[in-house]
């Protein structure tokens, strides 16, 4: 548990530094992050990766908007809405959430592939895996029920992986 404590700063690390108006529940963040969009699965879990030989599962956390599926059973999990899970997503570079905004440029559909209903729909989700062997561990990400690699320039522990050596994304997050 003790090599686990530094994945729980790694998430604490992200979710602190989201912006002071992303938890807040007024109005006029409500309506201009909030969306209605249906939620869909990623994936079925059947066909996520197996941790490698000699692994096991050790610990989950979860961040999902309400009536999200996950594996969690709801107290592990915290509830959150699409005002944490876009700054989230975005700063972790999770897939749809990478282009950004271009300065003095007003946003259009046209002109930005960005949607909020696919960053952050009803029952949005990100969760971490950890797997433990001996020291070492390894971290799995899904993104809506879906294995998902961390950011460009996080090395997988071998190539087309989804797991993740902890010392590599501590590295990876500027944590070591």
């Excluded at 007003?106 to 729909?121: F, H, I, K, L």
């Amino acid at each position: 548990m003790k090599r686990v404590t530094p994945v729980l700063a790694l998430g604490a690390l992200l979710l602190t530094a989201l912006p002071a108006h992303a938890t807040d529940n007024g109005p006029a963040h409500r309506d201009s992050y909030g969306t209605k969009a249906v939620y869909s699965p990623g994936q079925n879990p059947r066909t996520y990766q197996q941790a490698p030989a000699g692994y096991t599962a050790v610990f989950t956390e979860n961040v999902s908007r309400h009536g999200s599926r996950s594996a969690t059973d709801g107290e592990d999990g915290d509830t959150v809405l699409a005002l944490q899970i876009i700054p989230l997503a975005t700063l972790m570079r999770l897939p749809g959430s990478e282009k950004a905004a271009t300065p003095g440029r007003t946003y259009t559909y046209a002109n930005n592939p960005w949607r909020g209903a696919e960053v952050a729909s009803l029952a949005s989700n990100i969760q971490w895996d950890v797997f433990r062997k001996g020291d070492d561990y390894l971290v799995r990400m899904l993104y809506n029920e879906k294995e998902v690699a961390f950011k460009a320039g996080c090395k997988p522990v071998s190539k087309g992986s989804k797991f993740y050596d902890l010392d590599e994304l501590e590295k990876c997050f500027d944590r070591s």
